[in-house]
């Protein structure tokens, strides 16, 4: 079946850079899209931007562009999304997702979140 | 960017009562060449990641209970529950994945 796990949760100072990976596993990692949504307690989800693992090409929403880098490495089916110049705002639940077909738009195989806590 | 309102902010039901979520879309997601309206639903419980209920807005995904439905079309759809369970317990989104995608703010299902 389809997964994405993802990479422990992190502690970083304002300022610093994070890089949350996700490993997926039971289809062709090649074939769909990852993306990458954020969550702050209490908040609605909120998409940062797409990747496609085939070609490495990217999305980013305007309001992380400059901060915001989405790579991969196809030999190990993982995707990774480092966010640099963190500050407090960026104190969220960090998620990968695929989609169930075409890469449309809405996520059907999400991972588990990568909790990240900026604080001085 | 497109803006997702949901309304209520939460309600509480008792068990068996039917639930209805709406959610508004600042523009209209229905894409006119394939008639179809890019809005999906997700419900998270506590600890969890979201969990895809309906896309194209009325589509149920694979193994989510007969109770969950969605209607609506243009800007203005609706989630309803027909009859509350207690593993229904959870907030629920909408998405829009027309332009861009953006989520609702969301909706807390508690029972009374």
């Known amino acids: 079946q389809v997964q994405l796990v993802q990479s422990g949760a992190e502690v970083k100072k304002p300022g610093a850079s994070v890089k949350v990976s996700c490993k997926a596993s039971g289809y062709t990692f090649t074939s769909y899209d990852i993306n990458w949504v954020r969550q702050a307690t209490g908040q609605g989800p909120e998409w940062m931007g797409w990747?496609?693992?085939?070609?490495?090409?990217?999305g980013y929403v305007q309001k992380f562009r400059g901060r915001v880098t989405m790579t991969r490495n196809t030999s190990i089916s993982t995707a990774y999304m480092e966010l640099s110049s963190l500050r407090s705002e960026d104190t969220a639940v960090y998620y990968c997702?695929?989609?169930?077909?075409?890469?449309?738009?809405?996520?059907?195989?999400w991972g588990q979140g990568t909790l990240v806590t900026v604080s001085s | 960017d497109i803006v997702m309102t949901q309304s209520p902010d939460s309600l509480a039901l008792s068990l068996g009562e039917r639930a209805t979520i709406n959610c508004e879309s600042s523009q209209s997601v229905l894409y006119s060449s394939n008639n179809k309206n890019y809005l999906a639903w997700y419900q998270q419980k506590p600890r969890q990641p979201p969990k895809l209920l309906i896309y194209w807005a009325s589509t149920r995904e694979s193994g989510v209970p007969d109770r969950f439905s969605g209607s609506g079309s243009g800007t203005n759809f609706t989630l309803t529950i027909s009859s509350l369970q207690a593993e229904d317990v959870a907030v629920y989104y909408c998405q829009q994945y027309y332009s861009s995608r953006t989520f609702g703010q969301g909706t807390k299902v508690e029972i009374k």
């Open positions: 990747m496609s693992p085939n070609s490495g090409n990217t």
């Open positions: 997702a695929r989609a169930l077909y075409d890469n449309y738009g809405f996520y059907y195989s």
